[in-house]
């Protein structure tokens, strides 16, 4: 499969269990994008540091201007992933995000897409009626860099 071949799902998002996924399946979602406001806003509620809240700061900053939290880029993520890839009616819960990396930053009117690969599926011995999926997520801008990484964690009910 080339970089630009991705996998479609064969049942949406609202009949979609463990059972559905594939290991080695890949995909790409949606776009999702902010500007300069959303920027300041949510970082003034969660992230008050002056390269996410104030732009003549941060244009003399590491970064060259504002940049988004990696919180809000991580929030931007999972959107995606929640309106896309994870399914709506058997998801249980989440044990956790690994190996989370802010690989550059996400500016004002980037435009982002998400990629998953799945990289693990695996019902539970203890438990038949479920079981965990392991999924690697790459959100990628608009020139096709990554912006962040993470390995994705979720519980699953099967069919």
């Not at 700061?57 to 991580?74: D, E, N, R, V």
């Not at 896309?84 to 690994?98: E, Q």
């Not at 860099?145 to 390995?151: G, K, N």
Request: aromatic share 8%; charged share 25%; glycine share 8%.
């Amino acid at each position: 499969m080339t970089a630009e071949q991705y996998d479609t799902f064969d049942t949406t998002i609202d009949d979609r269990f463990l059972d559905d996924y594939t290991e080695g399946g890949r995909y790409r979602f949606g776009e999702e994008s902010v500007d300069a406001d959303e920027i300041v806003e949510f970082a003034r509620r969660y992230d008050p540091q002056s390269i996410h809240t104030d732009p003549e700061a941060a244009a003399g900053g590491p970064f060259g201007g504002l940049i988004a939290s990696g919180w809000q880029t991580a929030a931007l993520m999972m959107r995606l992933f929640a309106d896309n890839y994870l399914t709506s009616v058997a998801s249980l819960a989440s044990p956790g995000i690994d190996e989370l990396r802010w690989v550059r930053p996400l500016r004002p009117g980037d435009r982002l897409t998400l990629v998953c690969e799945t990289t693990g599926v695996r019902p539970s011995r203890s438990k038949p009626d479920r079981g965990v999926l392991t999924t690697d997520v790459t959100l990628i801008n608009q020139d096709g860099e990554p912006v962040l990484t993470a390995t994705a964690l979720n519980m699953v009910a099967r069919r």
